[in-house]
């Protein structure tokens, strides 16, 4: 399994930025995919997780009413739609995946992880 991680850069406070993150290696209807920040001198923490067998949705309270997360099964490809953005939300942005109907917040719980993108929101 291989994740691609990508739209990450550099926005203005209140601005808004989507992440795509691109999963190969197999079939994926059986995984659930989540996105996860980590800001500097901060544990990794849970964003939103996406199951790709009916399109199901968990989004941390910290994110909700701001950020959506979406899939094209077509692309094999989960979206990270971020609005509102402030500077706490400065972080590299990884996504994740695992063969469970669950979508868990626990990084821990992920075998299968993309190479992060960068996500700075200046004020």
């Known amino acids: 399994v291989q994740l691609q991680a990508s739209g990450g850069g550099l926005v203005q406070a209140g601005g808004s930025l989507r992440l795509s993150c691109t999963a190969s290696?197999?079939?994926?209807?059986?995984?659930?995919l989540a996105w996860f920040r980590q800001a500097p001198g901060k544990e990794r923490e849970f964003v939103a997780g996406?199951?790709?067998?009916?399109?199901?949705?968990r989004v941390a309270d910290a994110a909700k009413g701001r950020f959506t997360i979406s899939g094209d099964n077509a692309k094999n490809t989960v979206y990270l739609q971020m609005s509102s953005l402030d500077a706490e939300d400065t972080a590299v942005y990884y996504c994740?995946?695992?063969?469970?109907?669950?979508?868990?917040?626990?990084?821990?719980?992920?075998?299968?992880w993309g190479q992060g993108t960068q996500v700075t929101v200046s004020s």
């Open positions: 290696g197999r079939t994926f209807s059986s995984f659930t």
């Open positions: 994740a995946t695992r063969q469970s109907y669950l979508i868990s917040t626990v990084q821990a719980n992920y075998r299968h």
């Open positions: 996406f199951r790709w067998s009916d399109d199901f949705t």
